[in-house]
T-cell receptor, first 114, second 113 residues
Framework: EAGVAQSPRYKIIEKRQSVAFWCNPISGHATLYWYQQILGQGPKLLIQ????????DSQLPKDRFSAERLKGVDSTLKIQPAKLEDSAVYLC????????????FGPGTRLLVL | GENVEQHPSTLSVQEGDSAVIKCTYS??????FPWYKQELGKRPQLIIDIRSNVGEKKDQRIAVTLNKTAKHFSLHITETQPEDSAVYFCAAPNTGTASKLTFGTGTRLQVTL
């Protein structure tokens, strides 16, 4: 089966610019996650979708980050405006029906904010 | 929310030796504990997980043990090989409605020849 797809793989922007990341989960997976992984740290959950509804966005900096999952499949994560501290790898993951199933991660988007 | 602590942060072992990584968690209602391996520049991949109804689970050279009373779980890798070199993350769920995973800070394992 095809894995979780993400694009772009790398992005370099200047601070105060905007950027968007795209994720296509494994077909049929109901739950989709966006994580932020800063160098040397574990992934930190930003937002979790169940189908096309948000079930947890408690750690999403909502003044600059937004995410949507239209039609319960693909998802986009946007940062506007970006700050230096947003430099990280943004990982998308998906899992089948229940949150406590195996999460399958995409390759990530490495963002550098200058 | 869940607090997960992971030790050590780095671990160097010789090929063939065993490696043990430990994690503690704070939410006594947590019932699912996965371990992920992340090679340099790659995505995290699940290597083993354990649910709270068992105390130990083994898969070839990898095992995980769980002590619910003490709220800690450990990853054991026996007969280590150079390809085991990676960063290992433990995780535990919050038991709220979202059951989101909180990840540990990671252990960089280096297996030397």
């Amino acid at each position: 089966e095809a894995g979780v797809a993400q694009s772009p793989r790398y992005k370099i922007i200047e601070k105060r610019q905007s950027v968007a990341f795209w994720c296509n989960p494994i077909s049929g997976h109901a739950t989709l996650y966006w994580y932020q992984q800063i160098l040397g740290q574990g992934p930190k959950l930003l937002i979790q979708f169940q189908n096309n509804g948000v079930v947890d966005d408690s750690q999403l900096p909502k003044d600059r980050f937004s995410a949507e999952r239209l039609k319960g499949v693909d998802s986009t994560l946007k940062i506007q405006p970006a700050k230096l501290e947003d430099s990280a790898v943004y990982l998308c993951a998906s899992s089948p029906d229940r949150p406590q199933e195996t999460q399958y991660f995409g390759p990530g988007t490495r963002l550098l904010v200058l | 929310g869940e607090n997960v602590e992971q030790h050590p942060s780095t671990l160097s072992v010789q090929e063939g030796d065993s490696a043990v990584i430990k994690c503690t968690y704070s939410d006594s209602a947590s019932n699912y504990f996965p371990w992920y391996k992340q090679e340099l520049g790659k995505r995290p991949q699940l290597i083993i997980d354990i649910r709270s109804n068992v105390g130990e689970k083994k898969d070839q050279r990898i095992a995980v043990t769980l002590n619910k009373t003490a709220k800690h779980f450990s990853l054991h890798i026996t007969e280590t090989q150079p390809e085991d070199s990676a960063v290992y993350f433990c995780a535990a769920p919050n038991t709220g409605t979202a059951s989101k995973l909180t990840f540990g800070t990671g252990t960089r394992l280096q297996v030397t020849l």
